[in-house]
């Protein structure tokens, strides 16, 4: 499979905490995008961060890219109910073809 | 612009039967995608389209999937001869390719998701 690997596949925090996930990926890439999926839902772009990019931000999010350990990680500060949700990340080493990872659930208790 | 749009939503069909999936991108966007998300995984790419070109189809599709996209716009998948396997979210999604003095975000616009249970 083509598909990258995330991690933790589960993770269950508490309203205000930090929740962090890791997404590893097999090929050189051009970009790596972050995207969030409510449960039976489409999927929405969280992020975007280029191969030449250490580290982005946006809003609550930040996102960090080691392109030498084929590696990436998406922080979520203050977490608020309304983010349980599943994550992927994608990466693109072509001009067009995304790989997805398996994805993080996370569950945010109120 | 109303976004990605797919139809039906639902499906739910016998082993056997055929099936086809509509899919309506956002209007000014070039390429066309077709993913299958099963069940606690992430989305697997099936094929891709820029306009009416079908450029890349994966390994994962038989010969008992075809997708089209007619004058560009909108895109059909159809599955024939099901298999319970095939019960799986199908995918749409749409983006922009890069034009001269356009900004390309690279981001990917997804529909709802057709999702298909074959009994």
């Known amino acids: 499979s083509q598909q990258g690997e995330e991690d933790p596949q589960a993770l269950s925090i508490q309203e205000g905490e930090n929740a962090t996930m890791n997404c590893s990926y097999k090929t050189s890439i051009n970009n790596l995008q972050w995207y969030r999926q409510n449960s039976g839902r489409g999927l929405v772009h969280l992020i975007l961060?280029?191969?030449?990019?250490r580290e982005k931000h946006s809003g609550r999010l930040r996102v960090t890219l080691d392109t030498s350990k084929k590696s990436s990680s998406l922080l979520i500060t203050a977490s608020r109910a309304a983010d349980t949700a599943s994550y992927f990340c994608?990466?693109?080493?072509?001009?067009?073809?995304?790989?997805f990872g398996t994805g993080t659930r996370l569950k945010v208790l109120a | 612009d109303t976004g990605v749009s797919q139809d039906p939503r639902h499906k739910i069909t016998k082993r056997g039967q055929n099936v086809t999936f509509r899919c309506d991108p956002i209007s000014e966007h070039n390429r066309l995608y077709w993913y299958r998300q099963t069940l606690g995984q992430g989305p697997e790419f099936l094929t891709y389209?820029?306009?009416?070109?079908?450029?890349?189809k994966s390994r994962l599709l038989s010969d008992r999937f075809s997708a089209e996209r007619p004058k560009g716009s909108f895109s059909t998948l159809e599955i024939q001869r099901t298999e319970q396997g095939d019960s799986a979210m199908y995918l749409c999604a749409s983006s922009l390719e890069a034009i001269k003095g356009r900004i390309n975000t690279g981001e990917l616009f997804f529909g709802e998701g057709s999702r298909l249970t074959v009994l």
């Open positions: 389209f820029q306009n009416e070109a079908q450029l890349e």
């Open positions: 961060i280029r191969s030449n990019e």
């Open positions: 994608a990466n693109t080493s072509g001009t067009y073809k995304y790989i």
